[in-house]
T-cell receptor, first 113, second 113 residues
């Protein structure tokens, strides 16, 4: 199994509070991604990183920011959580560009009340 | 964007039965993966198969890229095969070379004794 650890695994937070989710990898892969999974929408890309300090937006990036200060860590921050951000969040990694397999972490279930 | 459709949406099997899951995609792709999401929510890599045929134990997959479909075969199904099977394709290459996975809607499989 790919060495990907997400923390926390479960979190309940209140509307308006900031929340940070962490993804840690031990594979030294260059690319890291954050997806969210919602019923009826499948998994959708929030943000991704293609190197330390190199990040860009995905298709559902509003309300989220990311940071990558080290190869192994990719943080997802909800600046002010809303109920619409209740979801399961998955981190993924891939080794190189284009023709490469992606591996997913265990997921973080976030509930915003 | 690319459309990914999976069929059937739901499937109930008796243990020991065989099944075929289908993934159709609307445009050419750079790669394709099959995942199993188990009842605990974990996404497990099954196949990385942009074209051709691969086998892994009781599972095999075939992708015919020119005709824009992929098939996942499950033989001698077991209760542990239950869960959701996702097909995911890469059509869009992101800034910096990362891959955006576009997921299908999934096939919910239940294997009964």
């Amino acid at each position: 199994d790919a060495g990907i650890t997400q923390s926390p695994r479960h979190k309940v937070t209140e509307t308006g509070t900031p929340v940070t989710l962490r993804c840690h990898q031990t594979e030294n892969h260059r690319y890291m991604y954050w997806y969210r999974q919602d019923p009826g929408h499948g998994l959708r890309l929030i943000h991704y990183s293609y190197g330390v300090k190199d990040t860009d937006k995905g298709e559902v990036s509003d309300g989220y920011s990311v940071s990558r200060s080290k190869t192994e860590d990719f943080l997802l921050t909800l600046e002010s959580a809303t109920s619409s951000q209740t979801s399961v969040y998955f981190c993924a990694i891939s080794e190189s560009a284009v023709n490469t397999e992606a591996f997913f972490g265990q997921g973080t279930r976030l509930t915003v009340v | 964007g690319i459309q990914v459709e999976q069929s059937p949406p739901d499937l109930i099997l008796q243990e020991g039965a065989n099944s075929t899951l289908r993934c159709n995609f609307s445009d050419s792709v750079n790669n394709l993966q099959w995942f199993h999401q188990n009842p605990w929510g974990q996404l497990i890599n099954l196949f990385y198969i942009p074209s051709g045929t691969k086998q892994n134990g009781r599972l095999s997959a075939t992708t015919v890229a020119t005709e824009r479909y992929s098939l996942l075969y499950i033989s001698s199904s077991q209760t542990t095969d239950s869960g959701v099977y996702f097909c995911a394709v890469v059509r869009e290459i992101l800034t910096g070379g990362g891959n955006k996975l576009t997921f299908g809607t999934g096939t919910q499989l239940k294997v009964e004794l």
